[in-house]
């Protein structure tokens, strides 16, 4: 096990470089930009049996890592803001498809180039699992516990892992790198389900034809698939602590110091860090409010914010991002899962960090105190662009 | 390039599997089946939205209309990463996929020369969605986005010259083939399968619902396409080496093949003039091209 | 509310037969609703196609299920039992056949008329287009629509000369329409032939197709191969012992390809039996 101080971005390539990611494909774009020259580097070192494809547009580069998953190897692409929404329609066949490809995306919101989630967020109809991580370790291990959960067989949905641009993928940080031999062992080498090659496929599948049949059942069957995510997502976290000594709560949601609170900030990815501190000097003032960071989006931690809203009077949703005439996507899916709930704690929404908008120490701790306040009854606005 | 088989060497076998979804004399269908006896088995066969005019006994994945090229660019490098390259990696798509929308991710996979074979079923229209006018549609034809009327002599602008716009991607081969000329057509089949990198064959697929013909005539319209020189059939290696597969002593009048299709019904004494004047001129650089041995691009 | 079927070829207008009975409906001061059903419609492949008729505004969007009339105006699909499938016991039934209704095979509990609507069309339009020609006799055996009604709707689809031509159509179909009787077969025949397929794909048998079939006369036949190699529907076969072809008929659309390019007519495309 060695470490280096490295950007996000390099953390990223150095995950597909553990992976022994077979093939990849991606096309520059800010704040992505570095992680093709890494990919481009590895491939021209010959550092192991790799394919780097680089291609004339995000499009392309979502079909080709699709295609080739579909026929055996493992895959890899990357992208940011305005590169994903051009790759929004074939992203969805590879949902569709059950292809377990990974993709991480280097958060740049739609409305400039500095992050935010709308990226992501706006992907929520292309059926994959969607993660939001908050430091560069997060963002390897993250990417390697995705392979697991993706290949899995009980699950084969594709992966996205976010994480936010400039903010990580350019700040350096000390990251731990796993000896390639325990990656190996853990993450076994992936096969395709079914083989397409022509002397594996089934032959009776050659005069199936395409339309009827129940046409409601492909939806049915690929959502209740990404729930399973959960399950498996829980148990790759176990075991990856238990090979590799780290963990990130259960893998959907990650509480810090919530032993004694009275409400939680919910956020994503780096700006729950930028809580951490905070919830640190709210404790010390006595404040009993903590932090339950939001990992999973997609499928969303339904039965673990059920479980911690009989402990709390109050969240404080921090979206980082809007979807225009709706709202704040973690605040409308964490109010409808407490719906059904006898007792409700009280719940705000908050926008920060939206067009990449600094988010600082202070912002959380007015948060705090605003939950702490709607929590004993105190009016507050229920919405704060912060 | 390409050499010349007979009748009696076109293989007996056959990779369709019928009766299928095509209409009565369909082209691309009759297209599918003959590129697929040369091809064989050993395929994963690549689709995009289409006619569907045939299913073969292969493997089939598909993907998004502008798809084509970044899906068998994904496949051809799977198959090499996981040690399969023994398996051909095709895309049967139509000149939608290839002209249009699926124009910049094919040149694309030209330009960094993937292993790959594109066959284009070439009907000459968006056919599947109600014949509405596509890059490949020549000029004067009647679509249904490209009516007659006081404003409009159908589509105003000639077909898009994609064989040689592939070719100066300086690719191993690409070349043109109609369903009228079997043997040549399979024979430039199995060239393409002892080459590597991309590959492309175009083939005219004469369509009886949308170029308005009757059915029992898509061998004599496309017969005629090629005699009268609006289809040539050619190959061109590296963008470089040219040779001209059919080459009659004298040209059949461009009538001929315009007479029997509705789609042209509408066209003036000068429209046709205009069209065998074009085709001649076409016509006259092949041949030079042909004795030279070489294109000039 | 009446509910209507309608069975045809794609390509001869069943869907605008279903627009026209719908306007003509209306011209009456009644609502109307005309579904296409779009399946595998390729040129020749039989499909389907629904009205329904009411004095208010229809709100249902599903298909027909389970028509009071069935409407067919192909002779050939005419003999396929599926064309009175599911319809309400005590039915009418309209059939574009040469056949008068004591003759009809169908089996089950409707009435049935007949009308052989394409001689008329073929008279009167000069093409076997059936869509306007039966109308005539719809207009008749279900006491629905006025034929003026009818007359009005065509002169919208159809305007000048072309509409009169169609007008002319209706009127004989009209006075020319038999029946309805009962139908004299009770029990219901065995379904052979799809003659509504649904999405995409390999089908199972494409014979109802075919207005003519190819027959091959060996004697004839030199083993040259054309009409094999130019079959798009891989439906011709090579016998490499006779060294001659034969067909596949359950694959055969009857596009007629395999006789026009046969070099010694050798095959003759036959009409198919109505």
Redesign the interface.
Known sequence: MSYEVMVGNKAAATAVKLAKV??A?AFPITPQTTITQYLSEMYAAGEW?F?F?????E???????????????R?FTCTSGPGLLYMH??MQ?TGSSRLPVVMAIVHRGYKGMQPDHSDLMSQQWTGWGHQYVEHAQEILDSLLMAYKVAEDKRIRIPIAVGYDGYVLSYTAEPVEIPDQEAVDEWLPPYKPMPS????E?D?S????????GDPQMPWKVHHEAILKIEDVLKETMDSFEKTFGRRYGNGMIEPYRMEDAECAIVAMGTIAGTCKAAVDKMQAEGKKVGLIKLRSFIPFPVTDFQEWAKKLDGFAVVDRSVCPGKGGPAFGKLRDSLYDLEEKPVTLQFHAGLGGKEVRVHDFEMIGDKILKAAKGGKVEQVTWV | MSERITRAQIPLSELTITPGSACQGCGAALAARLAFKALGPNVIRHGIPCCPDSVTQTPRVSTVFEGGGAQLTGTSRGLKAIGRDDVLAVGFYGDGGTYDIGMQGLSAAAERNEDIIVITKDNEAYMNTGNQRSGATPKYARTSTNPVGPRSRGKPRPKKNIPFIFAAHYVPYVGTASVGFPEDLIAKVNYMKTVKGFRMLIVQSPCPVGWRFDPAKTIEVARAGVQSGIWPLYEIMDGKKFKLNYKPKELKPVTEYLSPQARFRHMTEAEIADIQETSAADWENLVKADEMGKLII | MIEIRLHGRGGQGAVTASRIIATAAYEEGKYSQAIPMYGTERRGAPLTAFVRIDDVRVRERELVHNPDISVVLDPLIAKQQAVVDNLKPGGLVLLNTAYPPEEVELGGDFKVATVDATTIALETLGRPITNTAILGAFAKITGLLKVESIEKAIKKYFPGRLGDMNIAAVKRSYDEVKGPIQAVVKDAPEQKVDIHVGGYGVLKDVSSWRVFTPDIDDDKCIGCKTCWIFCPETAIQWDEEKNKPWIRYEACKGCGLCANECPVDAIEMVRVEA
């Open positions: 077979q093939v494909s049996d394919d494809v680089n291609v004339e547009g499009l392309t580069s979502q079909v080709v890592v699709q295609a080739a998953s579909r026929v055996g190897a895959t329609h074939p066949v397409i090659l022509p002397d496929v032959p599948t050659f005069a199936r034809g395409w339309g009827g």
